[in-house]
């Protein structure tokens, strides 16, 4: 009974450095999605993913890069990292979207800190 | 966008009071959910709820999706109740999350 996993629990890395954050979830979700928490912004959500292969925008997906390739991983890949995306970034995945929403289910976070 | 509005922002409570926690939306949604962040960071699913009254052990929620708003009630709080509590607003598969409710339960 996994569920959903992320991997590193915690990242230090440099400004300028390339960093991808894992997910995994064992439930054969459609839907998977990445979010940011910071303090004064909540959880913003950065991209998604409809299905394997499809993946959209969300709030603040500048700077980030995406792909799926399997439905049950979802990486998140920072390619040039700076100190605003120093953050925790939480992963969830929903069996369904849409119109025919579904709830979400989030994996325990990723703690990353960039110097 | 959906704007969603929690309030208090902040609520300290004695071990065993009651309390109640409000979730205001801006539009129409498909669905909202609540969620629990507790001290180490991770997000429990409350409850997932378009409409109606449910309930979880000490937990209990309520949606009028017609006035626009949802109540989270904690009866009888526990140490272990602390943390901070998030309505989230589903809307074509995407959350909008509000800015949460800051609750600490003291012995």
């Known amino acids: 009974d996994a569920g959903i996993t992320q991997s590193p629990r915690y990242k230090i890395t440099e400004t300028g450095r390339q960093v991808t954050l894992m997910c995994h979830q064992t439930?054969?979700?459609?839907?998977m999605f990445w979010y940011r928490q910071d303090l004064g912004h909540g959880l913003r959500l950065i991209y998604y993913?409809?299905?394997?292969?499809?993946?959209d925008k969300g709030e603040v997906p500048d700077g980030y890069v995406v792909s799926r390739s399997k439905t049950e991983n979802f990486p998140l890949t920072l390619e040039s990292a700076t100190r605003s995306q120093t953050s925790v970034y939480f992963c969830?995945?929903?069996?369904?979207?849409?119109?025919?929403?579904?709830?979400?289910?989030f994996g325990d976070g990723t703690r990353l800190s960039i110097l | 966008g959906i704007q969603v509005e929690q309030s208090p922002p902040d609520l300290i409570l004695q071990e065993g009071a009651n309390s109640t926690l409000r979730c205001n939306f801006s539009d129409s949604v498909n669905n909202l959910q609540w969620f629990h962040q507790n001290p180490w960071g991770q997000l429990i699913n409350l409850f997932y709820?378009?409409?109606g009254t449910k309930q979880n052990g000490r937990l209990s929620a309520t949606t009028v999706a017609t006035e626009r708003y949802s109540l989270l009630y904690i009866s009888s709080s526990q140490t272990t109740d602390s943390g901070v509590y998030f309505c989230?607003?589903?809307?074509?598969?995407?959350?909008?999350f509000g800015a949460g409710t800051q609750v600490v339960v003291t012995p």
């Open positions: 709820i378009p409409s």
């Open positions: 993913s409809a299905a394997a292969d499809i993946t």
């Open positions: 989230a607003l589903l809307s074509w598969g995407k959350l909008q």
């Open positions: 969830a995945s929903s069996a369904r979207g849409g119109e025919l929403n579904q709830p979400q289910h």
């Open positions: 439930w054969s979700h459609s839907y």
